[in-house]
């Protein structure tokens, strides 16, 4: 049925929101709950960075391009340094043609505008190969 949300609990999808900004977390955290999607918040990219060094591992990673400490280009950078195969989705509200193409240069798989919404998370998947029946 047309505008229906997917659930997704049972495929037991994991996902890492990396923000700096409080509404955006909480944005991005209840979309993913209401997909079924477990997920975690932080806030910036050394905080994502350390997560995985944790031997924390996430299939999908929301990741802001602008943020104090290490920005999401210097995060998804430094991820696909150490190996990590998570898909990444760059989500900005910053969207100007080199800034768009040096942060999938990085190592993004997919990059969306802000805000983040149900359709465009569902898109985010269906292009990074999770299996989204809507």
């Keep these: 049925m047309a505008g229906e949300i997917p659930n997704l609990a049972e495929s037991k999808l994991t996902a890492l ?17 209401r997909l079924g999607i477990r997920n975690d ?22 990741m802001d391009m602008e943020m104090p400490i290490m920005n999401g280009i210097q995060a998804t950078k430094r991820l696909r340094e150490m ?7 760059g989500v900005t509200t910053r969207a100007e043609e080199e800034e768009r193409k040096e942060f999938m240069e990085a190592g993004l798989n997919d990059f969306q505008e802000k805000p983040l919404t149900i359709s465009k998370l569902v898109s ?3 292009n990074l190969d999770f299996y989204v029946q809507t």
Excluded: F, P, T, W
């Design 41 to 62: 918040v932080v806030c910036n990219g050394q905080e994502a960075v350390d997560a995985h060094c944790s031997g924390r591992n996430y299939d999908l990673i929301l």
């Design 17 to 33: 929101v990396v923000d700096d900004n409080l509404v955006n977390q909480m944005m991005h955290h209840k979309l993913l709950d």
């Design 83 to 89: 190996g990590i195969e998570s898909k990444i989705a």
């Design 124 to 126: 985010i998947l269906h």
